[in-house]
Structure formats: structure tokens, C-alpha cells
């Protein structure tokens, strides 16, 4: 089992709280032994094959659809040993029936029309006995998170989807109840063996602030060197924690609002995240 000081060092410039807990909850379900198979689908820039590759000599897979995401993920981990980075269609993988130990669809259901022909290819891929780990974001997310969407959905019935100011709606079809989430994954054939919801508490504003402005600004390369490095989640064991830095800064107040979220709140509380463990039965 990957140990939590391990995951808070390859999370340590992270200001996205909700990714560090979705980091954990990943390494909790699918803990890596050499011999594994593991999918992350999509990959996106590769945060999650990088950390793997960390921890693990498994061979690892990431796909992705989007043309230019794939040769960023390249870029960033194409040349780590045992890392196939693939242009996949979700609802059409080119892989045979039983090829993976585990499969993480981290927050990519949420974008689909078609959530459920892509939960039945991840069981047609999986080995038996093989884990699906899935996050989503929450129908029941916390107002500071996103407080412009959960003020026009509350007094308007209606959120924005695109742009700087979409926070957690930005280029989703649907958020999760955990009811709606466990009966995805129930049809597709998994058994249930864990969920979760996680991170209550939130800087206001955090979501519109890391994804709004500042990755925009990380991946034009218009941040000075150390604040570059300093918000890189790939360059984790390159950052000295200096407060004079401003992400440091920053990233030690967000932390201080973080201090209070735990690995599941339950089900009754405002959280950005859900997630599932599910696992395909032996035949």
C-alpha cells in the first residue's frame, strides 16, 4: 500500500485540494504492485501515470481522445519506462476483453453523453476480479466552491458551462448524485465495494481561481520559473517550500482551509467529489 506521506509529497504543489483527495482515494483502490496492468483513461497531461510511475514499476496505459492533450501527456511522460501513452475513443477501446488489473476513469464521466457504454467498456477490458476506480464531481457541491454556479442554479434553475467562469459545470453534461453514480456502475455489472464523498471545506472561489486563471496562466508558461515549478504537479520533488514564493503562499492558505476535510464526509454533506470502487466479478 502506497503510504499517505507519499501521497502528500507527490501532491505537495497541489492547490486544487479536491485533486489531492482524489489522488489518495485513487492510490486507496488501485494499489500497484509491479506485475499490474492499470488504464487511466483520460490520462489528460499524465498527473496520475507520473505518480504511479513513482511508486510502482507496473505497466501503465493512458488514453486520451483529444489530439493535443495526448501529445502534452507524451511529452510529460511518454519517456518514463513501462508508459504507453494512446489516442483511445472511450466507447470503443482497442483493447481485448480482460487486459487490465484496474481502470481509473477520474473525473470523465461527468463529460459524457453516453456515461453508461463507457463503464461497460471498462468492464470489458477489465480482468475478473479487476478494480475500477471512479471520481465525479458532486450534484451537492459545496457553495464557496463555485459560489456563481450554485447561486444561478438556486435562484435560477440554470449554471454556466463554459468559459472562465463555469467552475464546476465547465464542459460537463451532467453532475453525480451518489445514487445516480452507484447505479451507473451497478448496470454496467460491477459489485460496489467502497464510496465516498470528499472535500466540504474550500477556500471561496478556489475552483473559478486554479482552473479559471491560474492554468491558464501555467500552461501559456506565463508564470516566472520558481512559480512554475512551484505549481507543477509533474516537478513535485523540485519545489523548496519557500513562503516567499506566492504559490507556496498560496497553496499554505488553501492547505489551511483543507485541514478539516477527511477521506470520506459522507453522503449527507456538501462535498466536490464522489467516488466508487467497483469490481468486476470473477467468472
Known sequence: MVDIDTIEYMTRNEADMSFKMRA????????????????DLPCGR????NMFRYVS????????????????AKQNVGHLDNVDIQRVNIYQ???????????????????????????????????????LAVTVPH????FWWDPI??????LFNWHISDGVLAGIWA?????????????????AGFEVEDERAFTHHCFPFIH????????????????????????????????????????NLGVAMFNFFDRHNVPDEGHQRSTVNLAIKGRKPNA
Open 149 to 154: 454556479n450554485k447561486s444561478l442554479e438556486t
Open 93 to 131: 477501446m482497442p483493447y481485448p476483453d480482460n487486459s487490465f488489473d484496474a481502470v481509473i476513469f477520474s473525473e470523465i464521466l461527468e463529460h459524457l453523453d453516453n456515461d453508461a457504454q463507457a463503464l461497460r467498456e471498462a468492464y470489458r477490458v477489465l480482468k475478473p476480479n479487476g478494480v
Open 208 to 247: 473559478n481561481l486554479v482552473y479559471g486563471i491560474g492554468m491558464p496562466l501555467l500552461e501559456a508558461s506565463a508564470l516566472p520559473g520558481s512559480m512554475e515549478t512551484a505549481s507543477s504537479r509533474l516537478d513535485f520533488d523540485k519545489n523548496d517550500g519557500s513562503l516567499l514564493n506566492p504559490i
Open 171 to 187: 464542459n460537463h453534461v451532467r453532475l453525480y448524485t451518489p445514487g445516480k453514480l452507484r447505479g451507473a456502475v451497478q448496470s
Open 24 to 39: 489518495r482515494t485513487i492510490f486507496e483502490y488501485v494499489d500497484p504492485t509491479d506485475d499490474m496492468v492499470i488504464l
Open 57 to 72: 514499476k507496473c505497466r501503465l496505459v493512458g488514453a486520451e481522445l483529444d489530439w493535443d492533450v495526448v501529445q502534452k
Open 139 to 142: 450534484e451537492n457541491y459545496p
Open 46 to 49: 499524465g498527473f496520475y501515470l
